[in-house]
Nanobody
Framework: QVQLVESGGGLVQAGGSLRLSCAAF????????LGWFRQAPGKGREFVAT????????SYADSVKGRFTISRDNAKNTVILQMNSLKTEDTAVYYCAADTWGAGRERYYDYDYWGQGTQVTVSS
């Protein structure tokens, strides 16, 4: 049973930073692409960032490009989302996801495993 567990969410002022982590259990994530998605109240699940299995290709939503950085540590079975220059519109529940295809895709329905989510709240 694959389990993804996010941590690192919280409350931060606009302009601040947060670092989200996602640990994988019951599998090795070395062969998976990993992604972060978010969902704000009343809105659908939105792509944030993805990194492919070999960590040589990343992709970001235009809304976070230049502010967020995704990385992975296969030895530790973790994926990190470093979020800088946070804005109030970044407020959402953030989800980690694993795509067994490995390429790093941007559509939520391409992902096979999901974490439970971690709340990020950015205040003005």
């Amino acid at each position: 049973q694959v389990q993804l567990v996010e941590s690192g969410g919280g409350l931060v002022q606009a302009g601040g930073s947060l670092r989200l982590s996602c640990a994988a259990f019951g599998c090795t994530i070395c062969s998976y692409a990993l992604g972060w998605f978010r969902q704000a109240p009343g809105k659908g699940r939105e792509f944030v960032a993805t990194i492919n299995r070999s960590a040589d290709r990343t992709s970001y939503a235009d809304s976070v490009k230049g502010r967020f950085t995704i990385s992975r540590d296969n030895a530790k079975n973790t994926v990190i989302l470093q979020m800088n220059s946070l804005k109030t519109e970044d407020t959402a529940v953030y989800y980690c996801a694993a795509d067994t295809w490995g390429a790093g895709r941007e559509r939520y329905y391409d992902y096979d495993y999901w974490g439970q989510g971690t709340q990020v709240t950015v205040s003005s």
